[in-house]
DNA sequence: CTTATCCA
DNA sequence: TGGATAAGG
């Protein structure tokens, strides 16, 4: 998922106090996505209502959201718009894991390998139109804005933090480096423990934030170098060059200067650069909306308690300590409209 | 994932 | 009391 350029960034650990205040544009789908991955029982089976229907989306949302606004962090969510042709390929792929990984888990569970099956079961995640509605649903009844995207959701998330209208970008991927954000953060809201993922060792994890202009000036490279980097690495639009991870690539790119000079070495194996000027484009000069107008509005706490409790069969007590934490945040809402009044 | 609870 | 573990829907 994303681009692998981890080795060549190297993030300054941060607390969420750090960023109060901050506008923060979240990836919508890489949140959804991880919640619909990890909110998961012993054995994998997904958080349901009495319907039968998902729900650990929107429990997820409700507790990642309601701790950001506990911190008086502005999340506003970007969602993906239309898929660019290019990504077809990776979405086929990931949709051939994911049915593979279905039929593992169900093995999984014959035999009774509780702790394989819900390694399995958190490969099958899927977010389909339905799970994206309701969480929007959710977010309109928490106040909280949100944008859809042309394209990309990164993109878009990107070019609000260049434009101001936010001050950070908000994601476990690096693409949005790729798509120009000046600053990303990477686990907002995360805190304690992790298992990593295969292996019985456990992490400390801490929200980092990533500065573009620090990571250029460190390796003496410019944006768009950053960029031909990715695509030797491979991103979701292009396979990459076997054999070149992130360290080579920025060495080939230091040597030669450019993709293109590197190209005319004949050097590397070609196979897999046919489209490269289309994948520099969909990073350099992506579709993306340049006015956007973000209002985060006060919560509807009945609204929100019908959707959870009354539709959904969250615990009332849950939801309500969760709303509880709006308080704060609701309060500045109403004191900055007199401020600009 | 976040929150609740269990137990040294 | 706090670190590990279970539950949540």
């Known amino acids: 998922?994303?681009?692998?350029?981890?080795?060549?960034?190297?993030?300054?650990?941060?607390?969420?106090?750090?960023?109060?205040?901050?506008?923060?544009?979240?990836?919508?789908?890489?949140?959804?996505?991880?919640?619909?991955?990890?909110?998961?029982?012993?054995?994998?089976?997904?958080?349901?209502?009495?319907?039968?229907?998902?729900t650990s989306h929107l429990a997820g949302l409700l507790y990642r959201t309601s701790h950001l606004v506990e911190h008086n962090i502005k999340p506003v969510y970007v969602y993906d718009g239309k898929p660019h042709p290019l990504k077809k390929q990776i979405l086929e792929k990931r949709r051939e894991v994911k049915e593979k990984a279905t039929a593992e888990w169900q093995e999984a569970l014959k035999i009774g390998d509780i702790e394989e099956a819900r390694k399995k079961a958190q490969q099958t995640s899927r977010l389909t139109p339905d799970l994206i509605e309701?969480?929007?649903?959710?977010?309109?009844?928490?106040?909280?804005p949100y944008v859809d995207s042309l394209s990309e959701g990164e993109a878009q998330a990107s070019q609000m933090t260049q434009d101001g209208n936010v001050d950070i970008t908000a994601s476990q991927d690096f693409d949005s480096l790729l798509f120009g954000s000046p600053f990303l953060i990477r686990n907002l809201a995360i805190t304690g423990k992790r298992k990593l993922p295969?292996?019985?060792?456990?992490?400390?994890?801490?929200?980092?934030?990533?500065?573009?202009?620090?990571?250029?000036?460190?390796?003496?490279?410019?944006?768009?170098?950053?960029?031909?980097?990715?695509?030797?690495?491979?991103?979701?639009?292009?396979?990459?060059?076997?054999?070149?991870?992130?360290?080579?690539?920025?060495?080939?790119i230091k040597k030669y200067g450019s993709l293109d000079n590197i190209i005319a070495t004949k050097k590397i194996n070609q196979d897999n650069l046919e489209n490269y000027e289309e994948v520099m484009k969909i990073f350099l000069e992506p579709k993306i909306i340049r006015d956007v107008s973000l209002r985060w509005r006060q919560i509807d706490k009945e609204a929100?308690?019908?959707?959870?409790?009354?539709?959904?069969?969250?615990s009332l007590d849950r939801v309500k300590s969760a709303l509880e934490k709006f308080e704060g945040f609701s309060h500045s809402l109403s004191q900055k409209k007199l401020l600009d009044f």
Not at 134 to 144: N, V, Y
Not at 206 to 218: F, G, S
């Open 1 to 54: 998922m994303g681009v692998n350029l981890s080795n060549l960034i190297h993030p300054i650990p941060i607390q969420l106090k750090d960023l109060r205040d901050k506008k923060a544009a979240i990836d919508a789908p890489n949140v959804l996505y991880q919640f619909l991955s990890i909110i998961r029982q012993r054995d994998g089976t997904l958080l349901k209502d009495s319907q039968g229907r998902i």
């Open 134 to 144: 309701e969480s929007k649903h959710l977010l309109d009844t928490l106040g909280i």
């Open 198 to 252: 295969g292996k019985k060792k456990w992490v400390e994890i801490q929200p980092e934030k990533i500065i573009l202009a620090d990571v250029l000036k460190n390796h003496g490279i410019i944006h768009k170098q950053l960029v031909e980097i990715a695509i030797l690495v491979g991103t979701d639009f292009n396979e990459g060059i076997k054999g070149i991870g992130p360290v080579n690539g920025l060495k080939l």
């Open 304 to 314: 929100t308690i019908r959707f959870l409790c009354d539709e959904h069969q969250f």
